[in-house]
């Protein structure tokens, strides 16, 4: 499966801490994207990366590409309960005139007061 | 209100049945993207239509065919319906902003009994 894998499954943290997610996957890449889940709804985008860039800063999110490592992170910073979501990780890859964008297992954030 | 539309929200179905979900994109996005998620297959591609074109397949099963419209909207149509195939389908759009990722819809619920 091409599907990438994220680390780790499930973090539960107190409000103010950081939160830190990690994302692998398989192949060559043309971008890869973070997404934010509320329990049962649409995936809400958070920020894109692209494969020539290694750091990413959106308000409090901080992301990272190792293109050699074919790894990502995710770093909330200052955590609030409203950040209390799943996140995924997606790997774009560009092929037969199509785009495909590969979701990874996603990681189960809580954020307690 | 992401600005993608689908519907119906929720569906429950009997095995060996045919359903239409139908999904509506942001205004002025040409591609249209049909997901499937479940607990136990995770966010799972099924395929990709730009400008009324399919562009690309993935796990799409070949009882389900998928379709877009002159007017952009598109259809996923699932067929022969097994107990399998009850979970969340969320239909995604994009456009020419790239940076801007996917915006997905709320999702259709499907449950099939």
């Known amino acids: 499966s091409q599907q990438g894998e994220e680390d780790p499954q499930a973090l539960s943290i107190q409000e103010g801490e950081n939160a830190t997610m990690n994302c692998s996957y398989k192949t060559s890449i043309n971008n890869l994207q973070w997404y934010r889940q509320n329990s049962g709804r649409g995936l809400v985008h958070l920020i894109l990366i692209r494969s020539n860039e290694r750091e990413k800063h959106s308000g409090r999110l901080r992301v990272t590409l190792d293109t050699s490592k074919k790894s990502s992170s995710l770093l909330i910073t200052a955590s609030r309960a409203a950040d209390t979501a799943s996140y995924f990780c997606a790997h774009s890859t560009l092929g037969g005139g199509g785009n495909k964008l590969t979701f990874g297992t996603g990681t189960q954030l809580k954020v307690e007061l | 209100d992401s600005g993608v539309t689908q519907t119906p929200k929720h569906l429950i179905t009997a095995t060996g049945q045919r359903v239409t979900l139908r999904c509506s994109p942001r205004?002025?996005?040409?591609?249209v993207y049909w997901y499937q998620q479940s607990l136990d297959q995770g966010l799972q591609f099924l395929i990709h239509y730009y400008n009324g074109e399919e562009r690309a397949k993935g796990n799409i099963l070949e009882r389900f065919s998928a379709q877009q419209f002159p007017d952009l909207h598109s259809e996923l149509n699932l067929s022969s319906l097994e107990l399998g195939d009850s979970a969340l389908y969320f239909c995604?759009?994009?456009?020419?902003?790239?940076?801007?990722?996917?915006?997905f819809g709320s999702g259709t619920r499907l449950t099939v009994v």
């Open positions: 205004s002025g996005d040409l591609s």
């Open positions: 995604a759009s994009s456009g020419g902003d790239r940076a801007r990722g996917y915006t």
